[in-house]
């Protein structure tokens, strides 16, 4: 199985930048695309951005032109830069990776913006 280790969310001020990271434990050919999500308090899990074998990105449409997702190479970290953070992006985000066998979860980290 793939387990996936996130980092980098935190609190920060509106208007401010964060960058997270999640790391693949080990390296899986069948993979076929990274992404993240997010979930709000008392608000379902919602796709925020993936990035597929072309590097085709897709993004939700309330973080376009903030937000910007990127793997390295050997598909062993996916990376989400956010900027000009907003309070509605306040969430859980999780990384997903999905391979041959399914589709992964990471254990998700908290960003909470300050307004």
């Known amino acids: 199985q793939v387990q996936l280790v996130e980092s980098g969310g935190g609190l920060v001020q509106a208007g401010g930048s964060l960058r997270l990271s999640c790391t693949v434990s080990?390296?899986?050919?069948?993979?076929?695309?990274m992404g993240w999500y997010r979930q709000a308090p008392g608000k379902q899990r919602e796709l925020v951005a993936t990035v597929g074998r072309t590097t085709n990105t897709n993004y939700a449409d309330s973080v376009k032109g903030r937000f910007f997702i990127a793997r390295d190479q050997a598909w062993s970290t996916v990376y989400l830069q956010m900027t000009s953070l907003k309070p509605d992006d306040t969430a859980v985000y999780y990384c997903?990776?999905?391979?041959?066998?399914?589709?992964?979860w990471g254990q998700g980290t908290q960003v909470t913006v300050s307004s």
């Open positions: 997903n990776v999905r391979t041959g066998d399914g589709v992964y």
């Open positions: 080990r390296r899986d050919s069948s993979i076929s695309a």
